[in-house]
């Protein structure tokens, strides 16, 4: 903090806020999902400890609204006694949160792979040992090949022979009914993307990774959308979690959270459906 900025006038007032409240750091803090090492900073006025930006502007809507401040006319306060860190703070905090999301996420894609591989080897070995032991048991099952029958005896000499005419029996060759299986309509195959929408009622800042590549930082206005498609999984960050409106494949998710509140979501084929909206 730089030494002629005035020390202990912001703090001081979200503290004597809370403590009129007569709510502890802890309470905000798991109302918020912002940690209490943040809050205990920003009541110091030390804005270094906060991640900068639309992010730390969420952190004070989020503790006035908690306290029963009026966010907005708190934002203003806090931009006016901090132009410039408002702005700039924390940034390098938030470049290395994605680092490590990026990483971690790396790290997941390597295991599953080494899963599948490790899944793979005795399913191979099985299809073959069974093939083969198929192959010889129609091999041994196949009847040997039966001599001709021997022609009739010709009756004795002395009885005439009796002609029998018998009605000629024609062969009818029947189709056999179709099997279940066969009949059954093949079923669709599972979806192996999502597909997402974005858009917002207010401005809202928005940080999105889409299998391990960024795709978009920046505020998105009212009126403005985005679409993206994922085959594994999405990270998204929003600086307003209550101004932003999410669909999964054409259906609506659930809020990501409240108004003013900062929250990171990872979203892919596995989870997705716990966003959705009920049926």
């Known amino acids: 903090m730089a030494p002629d900025r005035p020390s202990g006038d912001f703090g001081r007032k979200l503290r004597e806020a809370r403590e009129r409240r007569g709510i502890s750091l802890r309470q905000i803090a798991s109302a918020t999902k912002i940690s209490v ?30 306290v029963g401040l009026d966010p907005e006319t708190t934002i203003q306060e806090f931009i ?110 599972v979806d192996d993307h999502l597909t997402v929408g974005l858009s917002v009622t207010r401005p809202c800042w928005l940080s999105v990774t889409v299998d391990g590549q960024k795709k978009m930082e920046r505020t998105l206005q009212p009126g403005d959308s985005q679409t993206l498609d994922v085959t594994r999984e999405l990270v998204l960050t929003a600086g307003d979690a209550g101004a932003l409106v999410m669909t999964v494949n054409g259906t609506a998710t659930q809020p990501l959270g409240k108004s003013g509140e900062v929250v990171t979501r990872r979203l892919n084929l596995t989870n997705y459906k716990n966003f959705l909206q009920p049926r």
């Open 37 to 66: 090492s943040a809050l205990e900073a920003l009541e110091r006025n030390d804005i270094s400890r906060l991640p900068g930006g639309i992010f730390s502007r969420a952190f004070v809507r989020s503790y006035a609204l908690e």
């Open 80 to 189: 006016a006694q901090f132009p410039s860190d408002a702005v700039t703070a924390g940034h390098p905090t938030t470049d290395r949160v994605e680092d490590e999301e990026a990483v971690e996420s790396d790290r997941r894609m390597a295991t599953t792979a080494l899963q599948l591989i490790l899944l793979s080897v005795p399913v191979a070995v099985a299809v073959v040992y069974f093939g083969t032991a198929g192959r010889r048991a129609i091999q041994v099952e196949e009847p040997p090949a039966t001599a001709a029958p021997a022609a009739p005896t010709p009756p004795p000499a002395t009885e005439p022979p009796v002609t029998v005419s018998e009605p000629a029996v024609t062969a009818t060759t029947s189709t056999p009914a179709p099997t279940q299986s066969s009949a059954r309509a093949t079923a669709p195959a």
